[in-house]
Protein backbone atom coordinates (compact mmCIF):
# COMPACT_ATOMS: atom_id res chain seq x y z
CA UNK A 1 0.00 0.00 0.00
CA UNK A 2 2.86 2.31 0.80
CA UNK A 3 4.28 2.00 -2.79
CA UNK A 4 1.17 2.70 -4.10
CA UNK A 5 0.54 5.74 -2.46
CA UNK A 6 4.57 6.82 -3.06
CA UNK A 7 4.06 6.09 -6.78
CA UNK A 8 0.52 8.30 -6.68
CA UNK A 9 2.32 10.81 -4.87
CA UNK A 10 5.40 11.00 -7.29
CA UNK A 11 3.87 11.20 -10.04
CA UNK A 12 1.54 14.43 -8.76
CA UNK A 13 4.75 15.91 -8.07
CA UNK A 14 6.40 14.91 -11.38
CA UNK A 15 3.45 16.80 -12.72
CA UNK A 16 3.65 19.36 -10.56
CA UNK A 17 6.88 20.36 -11.75
CA UNK A 18 6.30 19.79 -15.69
CA UNK A 19 3.66 22.40 -15.55
CA UNK A 20 6.50 24.80 -13.87
CA UNK A 21 8.61 24.34 -16.79
CA UNK A 22 6.33 23.26 -19.59
CA UNK A 23 7.31 25.38 -22.95
CA UNK A 24 4.08 24.78 -24.01
CA UNK A 25 1.23 26.79 -24.43
CA UNK A 26 -0.76 26.73 -20.99
CA UNK A 27 -4.59 25.16 -22.52
CA UNK A 28 -1.89 22.28 -24.65
CA UNK A 29 0.25 21.94 -21.17
CA UNK A 30 -2.84 21.23 -19.15
CA UNK A 31 -4.35 19.05 -21.26
CA UNK A 32 -1.35 16.99 -21.19
CA UNK A 33 -0.68 17.25 -17.60
CA UNK A 34 -4.69 16.31 -17.26
CA UNK A 35 -3.71 13.27 -19.51
CA UNK A 36 -0.82 12.46 -17.75
CA UNK A 37 -2.54 12.68 -14.50
CA UNK A 38 -5.42 10.25 -15.31
CA UNK A 39 -3.36 7.51 -16.75
CA UNK A 40 -1.21 7.95 -13.41
CA UNK A 41 -4.38 7.81 -11.63
CA UNK A 42 -5.78 4.39 -13.25
CA UNK A 43 -1.66 3.01 -13.25
CA UNK A 44 -1.76 3.62 -9.27
CA UNK A 45 -6.15 1.95 -8.96
CA UNK A 46 -4.47 -0.83 -10.91
CA UNK A 47 -1.11 -2.02 -9.31
CA UNK A 48 -3.22 -0.83 -6.03
CA UNK A 49 -5.86 -3.35 -6.87
CA UNK A 50 -3.14 -5.83 -7.56
CA UNK A 51 -1.35 -5.57 -4.41
CA UNK A 52 -4.40 -6.28 -2.45
CA UNK A 53 -5.48 -9.42 -4.90
CA UNK A 54 -1.90 -10.64 -4.16
CA UNK A 55 -2.22 -10.13 -0.47
CA UNK A 56 -6.04 -11.28 -0.45
CA UNK A 57 -4.44 -14.51 -2.27
CA UNK A 58 -1.30 -15.29 0.05
CA UNK A 59 -2.97 -14.38 3.49
CA UNK A 60 -4.41 -18.50 3.62
CA UNK A 61 -1.19 -19.75 2.07
CA UNK A 62 0.67 -17.80 5.08
CA UNK A 63 -1.92 -19.14 7.36
CA UNK A 64 -1.07 -22.55 6.10
CA UNK A 65 2.82 -22.19 6.00
CA UNK A 66 2.36 -20.90 9.79
CA UNK A 67 0.46 -23.43 11.25
CA UNK A 68 2.44 -26.11 9.42
CA UNK A 69 5.70 -24.77 10.92
CA UNK A 70 4.49 -25.03 14.23
CA UNK A 71 2.91 -28.40 13.73
CA UNK A 72 7.06 -29.60 12.96
CA UNK A 73 8.24 -27.70 16.50
CA UNK A 74 5.61 -29.45 18.43
CA UNK A 75 6.48 -32.79 16.82
CA UNK A 76 10.23 -32.13 16.38
CA UNK A 77 10.28 -30.79 20.73
CA UNK A 78 9.78 -34.43 22.41
CA UNK A 79 12.63 -35.72 20.31
CA UNK A 80 15.19 -32.90 20.78
CA UNK A 81 14.42 -32.71 24.57
CA UNK A 82 14.85 -36.54 25.27
CA UNK A 83 18.27 -36.37 23.05
CA UNK A 84 18.92 -33.84 25.55
CA UNK A 85 18.18 -35.37 28.53
CA UNK A 86 19.87 -39.07 26.85
CA UNK A 87 23.37 -36.67 26.26
CA UNK A 88 22.53 -35.02 29.95
CA UNK A 89 22.70 -38.85 31.36
CA UNK A 90 25.73 -39.95 29.44
CA UNK A 91 27.96 -36.85 29.69
CA UNK A 92 26.80 -37.85 33.69
CA UNK A 93 28.05 -41.28 33.62
CA UNK A 94 31.55 -40.46 31.87
CA UNK A 95 30.60 -42.21 28.77
CA UNK A 96 30.84 -40.07 25.18
CA UNK A 97 27.74 -40.69 23.02
CA UNK A 98 28.98 -42.77 19.72
CA UNK A 99 29.16 -40.71 17.11
CA UNK A 100 25.81 -41.07 14.53
CA UNK A 101 26.30 -42.53 10.89
CA UNK A 102 25.72 -39.65 9.73
CA UNK A 103 28.85 -38.22 11.95
CA UNK A 104 30.77 -40.77 10.33
CA UNK A 105 30.86 -39.74 7.35
CA UNK A 106 31.00 -42.16 3.92
CA UNK A 107 34.37 -43.69 5.22
CA UNK A 108 32.60 -45.01 8.39
CA UNK A 109 34.17 -42.76 10.77
CA UNK A 110 37.96 -43.01 9.60
CA UNK A 111 39.67 -39.54 10.99
CA UNK A 112 37.47 -39.87 14.16
CA UNK A 113 38.81 -41.04 17.64
CA UNK A 114 36.43 -43.87 18.20
Known sequence: MAYARGFR???????????????????????RIASSARRGAEASRRISGQLQQGWRSAQPLLQRAGQAAGGVSRAVQPVAQGAGDRFVELVGRGEHPAPSAAAQGPAGGVGFDN
Request: proline content about 9%; charged content about 15%.
Open 9 to 31: DGVVLGLAIGMLLAPQPGERTRG
